[in-house]
């Protein structure tokens, strides 16, 4: 009998604390609020070990499971971690890079979402073609192989960059100051010059395998704008139609010498007057300090409704070769399928551009394609582009595949 009760206390003793437990739960529950707005219970600070241990096990009525650690809960004016709080997690997308598309980066600004601090990202393009200027001889490669690290604070923001598979492996380095309402910016490095709306949008956005003929031979051919080291000042005005105006200093290009030109100038501006439409206009000046040799002007309109996209752009100016005039539109209809992030993207594209003066030119260019993207991660592109591009002597069909896939 002494042997029987002596072996018995311990399991009375030890059963006692846990009604006690319970009860002084359920008269002094601590509340932890919830994104839901939903309220948690869980043991006070007050409670000794093994009361804190009894009612993390046991939650009062309505009370989902508490993920995380007790010291985690413990205190009420404490944070309280995404592992506490039940039902999943929100991913955050993000933006794409402000050196990428600086536009688009801006989205996340007027919404108010919170940046990582340190972030990495990447993307892969590769690419066969078979043009019909090579008698169809199909080539395969990577076309694009970007890597790079953007660090976000609440007033400076800083982006490197590199693509692994192009001549210039460099593609961004700068930072980016701000005050708190992002209203006035400042950039210095290497970024992308605020000219010609195709050229500052994203080409992971972008519907097309490239940038198309006027981009090319303005940008790549003629050196009018591009990524360019440089300095640039930049105001934004949400309330103002959000009102959007940059403009810079930047590296000259290089000489029939290759000696390096005087610095060039660039300017953007953009308004949004309607949530559908974006209009803007731009400008490229070379060698602004020792007397402008070569300069062009564009405009463009973005319309943007139910899926439906439609851009178009102007340019004009004055080219080594003499005046110059260009017209690009595009349209591209992105229709989601199924709920898995899936979705279709038909395109159609047209370019012109005229040569006048002492050489008379012309070229032109049509591009059809059709898309599959895959929750903003992957996609594939089939694309076909008959072009007369400076150069050529009759037009020529280009067919190509692009595979594309990027982490951020």
């Given at each position: 009998?002494?042997?029987?009760?002596?072996?018995?206390?311990?399991?009375?003793?030890?059963?006692?604390?846990?009604?006690?437990?319970?009860?002084?739960?359920?008269?002094?529950?601590?509340?932890?609020?919830?994104?839901?707005?939903?309220?948690?219970?869980?043991?006070?600070?007050?409670?000794?070990?093994?009361?804190?241990?009894?009612?993390?096990?046991?939650?009062?009525?309505?009370?989902?499971?508490?993920?995380?650690?007790?010291?985690?809960?413990?205190?009420?004016?404490?944070?309280?971690?995404?592992?506490?709080?039940?039902?999943?997690?929100?991913?955050?997308?993000?933006?794409?890079?402000?050196?990428?598309?600086?536009?688009?980066?801006?989205?996340?600004?007027?919404?108010?979402?919170?940046?990582?601090?340190?972030?990495?990202?990447?993307?892969?393009?590769a690419q066969g073609t078979a043009d019909e200027r090579a008698k169809y001889q199909r080539e395969l490669g990577i076309e694009s192989a970007r890597?790079?690290?953007?660090?976000?604070?609440?007033?400076?923001?800083?982006?490197?960059?590199?693509?692994?598979?192009?001549?210039?492996?460099?593609?961004?380095?700068?930072?980016?100051?701000?005050?708190?309402?992002?209203?006035?910016?400042?950039?210095?490095?290497?970024?992308?010059?605020?000219?010609?709306?195709?050229?500052?949008?994203?080409?992971?956005?972008?519907?097309?395998?490239?940038?198309?003929?006027?981009?090319?031979?303005?940008?790549?051919?003629?050196?009018?704008?591009?990524?360019?080291?440089?300095?640039?000042?930049?105001?934004?005005?949400?309330?103002?139609?959000?009102?959007?105006?940059?403009?810079?200093?930047?590296?000259?290009?290089?000489g029939p010498g290759g000696e390096r030109l005087s610095e060039d100038g660039a300017a953007r501006l953009s308004v949004r007057p309607f949530k559908?439409?974006?209009?803007?206009?731009?400008?490229?000046?070379?060698?602004?300090?020792?007397?402008?040799?070569?300069?062009?002007?564009?405009?463009?309109?973005?319309?943007?409704?139910?899926?439906?996209?439609?851009?178009?752009?102007?340019?004009?100016?004055?080219?080594?070769?003499?005046?110059?005039?260009?017209?690009?539109?595009?349209?591209?209809?992105?229709?989601?399928?199924?709920?898995?992030?899936?979705?279709?993207?038909?395109?159609?594209?047209?370019?012109?551009?005229?040569?006048?003066?002492?050489?008379?030119?012309?070229?032109?260019?049509?591009?059809?394609?059709?898309?599959?993207?895959?929750?903003?991660?992957?996609?594939?592109?089939?694309?076909?582009?008959?072009?007369?591009?400076?150069?050529?002597?009759?037009?020529?069909?280009?067919?190509?595949?692009?595979?594309?896939?990027?982490?951020?």
């Open positions: 009998m002494l042997v029987a009760v002596l072996l018995g206390l311990p399991a009375v003793a030890g059963a006692e604390p846990v009604e006690d437990a319970a009860t002084d739960e359920a008269e002094q529950p601590l509340e932890v609020d919830q994104e839901d707005g939903a309220v948690a219970s869980t043991a006070s600070p007050s409670d000794d070990a093994l009361d804190g241990a009894v009612a993390q096990a046991m939650p009062g009525p309505g009370q989902g499971p508490v993920r995380g650690s007790p010291e985690q809960v413990d205190d009420p004016s404490a944070p309280v971690p995404d592992a506490a709080v039940p039902g999943p997690k929100k991913k955050n997308k993000g933006a794409d890079t402000l050196g990428e598309a600086p536009d688009e980066a801006d989205k996340a600004d007027d919404k108010g979402k919170p940046q990582q601090r340190i972030r990495v990202f990447g993307r892969v393009f890597v790079g690290v953007a660090a976000s604070l609440s007033n400076l923001e800083a982006e490197v960059s590199a693509d692994l598979a192009s001549k210039t492996i460099l593609k961004d380095a700068f930072v980016r100051l701000a005050n708190d309402a992002k209203q006035l910016r400042l950039y210095a490095g290497r970024f992308k010059s605020p000219f010609l709306q195709r050229s500052l949008e994203s080409a992971w956005s972008l519907p097309l395998q490239g940038r198309g003929l006027v981009e090319d031979y303005l940008t790549d051919t003629n050196q009018l704008g591009g990524r360019r080291l440089g300095l640039m000042g930049e105001v934004r005005l949400k309330e103002a139609w959000g009102l959007k105006l940059s403009a810079g200093l930047f590296e000259g290009g290089e559908f439409l974006t209009v803007g206009a731009s400008t490229y000046l070379t060698q602004v300090i020792d007397g402008t040799q070569q300069y062009a002007t564009a405009a463009d309109a973005e319309v943007t409704l139910w899926g439906l996209s439609l851009t178009g752009e102007v340019a004009r100016g004055q080219l080594p070769l003499g005046p110059f005039m260009s017209q690009s539109v595009l349209a591209y209809w992105t229709v989601p399928v199924g709920h898995d992030g899936w979705a279709v993207q038909p395109m159609v594209g047209a370019e012109a551009l005229q040569l006048q003066g002492g050489i008379q030119a012309r070229g032109h260019a049509l591009t059809g394609g059709f898309n599959v993207l895959l929750a903003d991660s992957f996609k594939a592109q089939v694309q076909a582009e008959r072009a007369l591009r400076p150069g050529d002597l009759e037009p020529a069909l280009e067919l190509s595949l692009q595979l594309a896939t990027r982490f951020r």
